[in-house]
């Protein structure tokens, strides 16, 4: 959620800055029935002070014997008009809140404008691999080892599902289990949350209600605000998990992890680019998630992009890091640096990872403070999300990087504990 008083401040420079995500504001809606509903407030304090004099001289009129009924009727007419106006502040509240409700975050003045085309990468770690061989895609490998199952997977649920079989169940496992092993070592607390979510959490972290039809809805309800969801990613509860409540100062930063499965309206296509596990209808993620103070924000957010490149380090994997431009970021981000692996048989790059901050704009949203220990007075704080990481762009990535000549696939080092040892994944 936008901030009003901001937009009453500068109102052009946010107007600027939002063009930049290639969004046109229309501020003087908002700011017009903004100032309507000051009127408005400004009326009911005007009738109530009328109300309290006029109920003050009632004892007087009673001692000298005067009627009162006169007096009664105009607290009655007083008290409808505050009823009425009460109800018209609520209702142009209401207006205010609907059209802040579906704008996007303020990009920070360090992003430049502009779409995919305009990320600039500012890391590249480690070599592209080379093979003597001809080397094959991670369907073909995953497929000829026996470690995804993508016929039977469409066989249980449609296009966009696959089985992972044997070594490819345990890889999986393993490359999760990696995973929560480095955030726990980073002190970070590990939260298993619940899969099904009620409507105020995807408006809480700034999905709803443009994006309410991209997400697989549980309940039949024509008001959506009474149904519940299944998480897109876990960033979705973690970052409501305090909603509503002030969080004590010192607490800062709080840091938070969670494993769910991702359930997304997003299917496989035809394009070679996303054939496989590339792109699916439910996936598996390790989210990392932080609240901090305004004034550290910055701080959480180099230390979550270094956390996912080290993680994308440990694994040997050759990857990049992206900073998005303005236009390329999501509708509730403030900023994004994107981990991208190399994916050979593509000849590109995939994202496994968005590093996001999001400033105070979901704090707003789900009214997360914490209590300024200068003023005293509570505060919006900021909140950070991360992928940490996802692993159906990360399996496939292993696959094809870490093959060799006779088709089995090299487990990388950091994994083998997790494996029982399994140094390769072979027929």
């Known amino acids: 959620m936008l901030d009003l008083r901001k937009i009453q401040e500068n109102k052009e420079k946010i107007k600027e800055l939002l063009l930049r995500k290639g969004y046109e504001a229309d501020f003087d809606t908002v700011l017009s029935l903004d100032a309507e509903r000051k009127k408005v407030i400004a009326e009911v304090e005007k009738y109530k002070a009328e109300r309290n004099k006029v109920s003050a001289s009632i004892p007087a009129l009673k001692k000298e014997g005067k009627p009162v009924d006169h007096i009664f009727k105009e607290m009655r007419e007083l008290g409808d008009k505050i009823t009425e106006c009460d109800a018209k502040a609520k209702d142009l509240e209401e207006q205010v809140f609907n059209l802040l409700a579906v ?29 003597d061989f001809e080397a094959k895609n991670h369907v073909d490998l995953c497929t000829n080892l026996g470690i995804i199952d993508y016929q ?5 649920s449609g296009g966009g599902f696959w089985l992972y079989r044997g070594d490819g169940a345990r ?34 972290a700034g999905q709803f209600p443009k994006f309410s039809d991209e997400v697989y809805w549980l309940d039949c309800d024509e008001d959506r605000k009474k149904n519940r969801f299944m998480l897109p990613t876990a960033e979705t509860a973690l970052v409501n998990m305090y909603a509503g409540e002030i969080i004590d100062e010192a607490k800062l930063p709080m840091k938070f992890f969670a494993y769910t499965p991702c359930y997304r309206k997003e299917a496989g296509s035809y394009r070679a680019e996303e054939r496989g596990m590339i792109r699916g209808h439910q996936f598996n993620k390790v989210e990392m998630v932080q609240y901090a103070h305004p004034e550290k924000s910055m701080e959480a957010f180099n230390e979550l992009v270094d956390k996912a ?17 303005a236009g390329d970021c999501s509708a509730s981000m403030a900023r994004t640096t994107d981990i991208e692996v190399w994916m050979p048989s593509m000849g590109i790059y995939k994202e496994v990872s968005s590093v996001s901050n999001a400033n105070d704009y979901q704090a707003r949203r789900n009214n997360t403070k914490y209590r300024d220990s200068k003023t005293g007075k509570p505060a919006y704080l900021h909140t950070l999300n991360g992928s940490g990481l996802a692993t159906s762009r990360v399996f496939p990535a292993i696959i094809e990087q870490y093959q060799n000549a006779d088709g089995s696939v090299t487990v990388p080092e950091v994994l083998r504990p997790f494996m ?4 390769v994944i072979k027929l």
């Open 152 to 156: 039977r997977g469409t066989k249980l």
């Open 171 to 204: 890889l999986e496992w393993a490359l999760l289990n990696f995973f929560i092993t480095e955030h726990l070592k980073d002190g970070y607390e590990f939260i298993l949350p619940p899969h099904q979510l009620g409507y105020s959490c995807g408006f809480g």
């Open 420 to 423: 029982g040892g399994q140094e």
């Open 309 to 325: 490149s080290a993680l994308m380090e440990k694994l040997g994997l050759h990857f990049r890091v992206s900073k998005l431009a």
């Open 103 to 131: 704008m996007p975050n303020v990009p920070d003045e360090d992003l430049v404008a502009g779409e995919k085309e305009a990320n600039e990468v500012v890391k590249v770690v480690g070599k592209k691999p080379e093979f």
